[in-house]
């Protein structure tokens, strides 16, 4: 079992800067790729960002590109997800997960096996 928690969210104010983390417990995660999503009320889930294993290769959402850093510590088991220029359209409860993939994941959900509970951002205008 692998469980994963998330941390970071909170009240920021537009322009402002976050960064969310997500800690792995249980089976390793270290040589998974992982990755962001988020979810707004009344909207579905989305993709945010997607880091492969060994941290070296990232994909992210047009909406977050230039913005969003995805970055890993497999030494920690941590995931991090660096948030810039914060707009009130990035408020969403933000997850992690583990993706199914021996090296990479994509931006299906359905790729992804193990999620997190989730951490709120909220960004005011």
């Known amino acids: 079992q692998v469980q994963l928690v998330e941390s970071g969210g909170g009240l920021v104010q537009a322009g402002g800067s976050l960064r969310l983390s997500c800690t792995a417990s249980?089976?390793?995660?270290?040589?998974?790729?992982m990755g962001w999503f988020r979810q707004a009320p009344g909207k579905e889930r989305e993709f945010v960002a997607t880091?492969?294993?060994?941290?070296?290769?990232?994909v992210y959402a047009d909406s977050v590109k230039g913005r969003f850093t995805i970055s890993r510590d497999n030494a920690r088991n941590t995931v991090y997800l660096h948030i810039n220029s914060l707009e009130p359209e990035d408020t969403a409860v933000y997850y992690c997960?583990?993706?199914?993939?021996?090296?990479?994941?994509?931006?299906?959900?359905?790729?992804?096996?193990?999620w997190g509970q989730g951490t709120q951002v909220t960004v005011s205008s």
């Open positions: 997960a583990r993706g199914k993939g021996a090296y990479y994941s994509g931006s299906p959900p359905n790729e992804y096996d193990y």
């Open positions: 249980g089976r390793t995660v270290t040589l998974r790729p």
């Open positions: 880091i492969n294993w060994s941290g070296d290769t990232a």
